[in-house]
């Protein structure tokens, strides 16, 4: 486990206060504001994606492993996605079997995730936060299975 902390950490772009995080009001896939300030307290795995996104497809699975796993002991996995139409969200979701909460950022994902760190605006980008609503760890790139418990680890701390 210290293995893939390590690997987790080596993979992370310095992160910003989550502040901007928990300011933002995203659409909810069904098309309803959704404040992230109701997420504040709870330790997070917060996911950057696309549907246009092949490393976003091959990481989905994952998360939604990881929302399995760490669910009964408070974690929540957040996927936002870069998309406008919450139909077309809805329809990835459901061929996904998305099992955790899915916003759609619309204009405002790139500059969220420059404010949170990523400087190129890339995909996939995840943060990881603990229950104080620090940002403890973040990777732009794929999480695997070993970076996602690692970063579950760290959210539950």
């Not at 709870?42 to 990881?66: D, M, Q, S, Y």
Request: with cysteine; charged share 25%; glycine share 6%.
């Amino acid at each position: 486990m210290l293995a893939a902390l390590a690997l987790l950490a080596a993979g992370c772009v310095q992160a910003a206060s989550s502040d901007v995080l928990f300011a933002m009001t995203l659409s909810g896939s069904d098309d309803k504001p959704v404040a992230l300030e109701t997420f504040r307290g709870k330790p997070l795995i917060v996911n950057f994606w696309a549907r246009w996104c092949a490393p976003c497809r091959v990481e989905i699975p994952e998360l939604v492993k990881t929302q399995e796993a760490y669910r009964k002991r408070g974690l929540q996995v957040i996927g936002i996605g870069l998309e406008d139409k919450a139909e077309s969200v809805r329809d990835f979701m459901k061929a996904y079997e998305m099992n955790y909460t899915v916003l759609l950022a619309r204009d405002k994902g790139i500059e969220l995730m420059q404010a949170l760190g990523n400087s190129k605006a890339a995909l996939p980008y995840t943060i990881v936060l603990n229950r104080r609503g620090e940002i403890v760890a973040s990777k732009l790139g794929v999480m695997n299975r070993a970076d996602l418990d690692a970063a579950a680890v760290a959210a539950l701390k």
